[in-house]
């Protein structure tokens, strides 16, 4: 690994992950509870992850063909302290604007790397606390809760360390924002620094990293930003048993039943088209008035009317 990769925000697109300094190997030594799934997958993310953006598509087709076997936990890295250091040519926000922009084509998701420019964050530990406070009223509402703040992030280039845009999202994803505030500036900090000791048991030093678990503690790593295949292949290694979920497609508009926001690359993956053929799609239902369309320099999201 090069040096323009020893900096946490220069996530590497060829090898898909967001990589923090050090020499920790994952640790097999960790016991994993299994809950009421076969597998549990603990992944370790953070809302400011663009590598985790650009795997969202798999793991958005992983829960829709098998969401009944497997449980996931969602864990918090910490990508960002703060800024005190300088590694990588990397020593200010405005650094990492035009590497945010190389990620958004190399993964098709929509990314405005402007944000560093024009209102850089400090830090991704707030939304990291934020996610942890979420987490505490509902562990669904959570993953909502972070999807939305990643969309503001990537796309509406919104600083996601700011209470107000953290509160904001908090709203759109129908949490209790007073109770979010209570939890996110006391309890919430605690649990955000279990992750970050947890991360240390495991050995985890990159994201995104997802560990499938099942129930005799049996281990499969995928590491970083990777084809659909490794994710569903690591998943059936540990439970053969697990029948595919086949989603019917006849009605171009169903998907947005279950994901009420797509990117072209996520409806391309999920429904096994090619990119072009799922613009091509998600333009002409725009065009009909059947979806909403939010566009950026690098890309668009759509939405259900």
Known sequence: MNENKTNLLLCDPVTGTCEMPGDEKLSKSVSIKTDNKPVKIVYYTDPICSSCWGIEPQLRKLKLEYGKYIDIDYRMGGLLPDWSYNSGGISKPSDVAHHWDE????????????????????????SCIAMKAAQMQSKDKAVLFMRILREKLYLEKKNIAKWENIAEAAQLTGLDVNKLKIDYENNAKILFQEDLNYAKTLGVRGFPT???????????????????????????????DAKKNQFED??????????????????????????????????????????NKQSIRNGSLYSRK
């Open 210 to 240: 997802l560990l499938f678990y099942d129930g005799s503690n049996n281990r499969l790593t995928v590491y970083g930003s990777k084809p659909y295949a490794f994710y569903e292949n690591a998943l059936l290694s540990l439970f053969p």
């Open 250 to 291: 006849q009605n171009p508009l169903s998907l947005f039943e279950i994901y009420p926001t797509l990117t072209p690359k996520e409806y391309a993956v999920i429904l096994d088209k090619t990119y072009a053929e799922a613009i091509t799609i998600l333009e002409n239902l725009f065009e009909k008035g059947e979806l």
């Open 103 to 126: 990620a958004s084509l190399h993964y098709e998701m929509p990314i405005d790397g402007n944000v560093w420019i024009e209102d850089p964050l400090d830090s991704s530990y707030p």
